[in-house]
């Protein structure tokens, strides 16, 4: 799939990294969990100060804090995958 959409509008760096990653099951971390809702509460703030509505960022902004919550906030982006497997699934 992400040399599909090398080529289109869809492409980023970031599809470039996970989908691959996403797709051989590797949740090495490259990131945390706690470090997207500092992010996501700062772009939040400024949102607010503009007045601007941001409801796509704010629904992030709760899973992240939810994914901290349930003791995940140190583990990858790749946890939200691991974390919503359907209820069948092993998690973690």
């Known amino acids: 799939?992400?040399?599909v959409l090398r080529a289109g509008r869809a492409?980023?760096?970031i599809l470039q990294e996970y989908m691959p990653r996403?797709?051989?099951?590797?949740y090495?971390?490259?990131?945390?969990?706690?470090?997207m809702v500092k992010d996501l509460d700062g772009a939040l703030a400024l949102a607010r100060?503009?007045?601007t509505a941001m409801p796509?960022?704010?629904?992030c902004a709760d899973i992240h804090r939810m994914l901290t919550a349930?003791?995940?906030g140190g583990e990858d982006q790749a946890a939200l995958m691991?974390?919503?497997?359907?209820?069948d699934k092993e998690r973690f």
């Open 11 to 13: 492409d980023s760096s």
């Open 49 to 51: 100060q503009t007045t």
């Open 56 to 59: 796509s960022t704010a629904l």
């Open 82 to 87: 691991e974390y919503f497997k359907g209820p």
């Open 28 to 35: 090495r971390r490259t990131g945390r969990i706690y470090n």
């Open 1 to 3: 799939m992400p040399h």
């Open 22 to 26: 996403f797709a051989a099951k590797d």
């Open 70 to 72: 349930a003791g995940l």
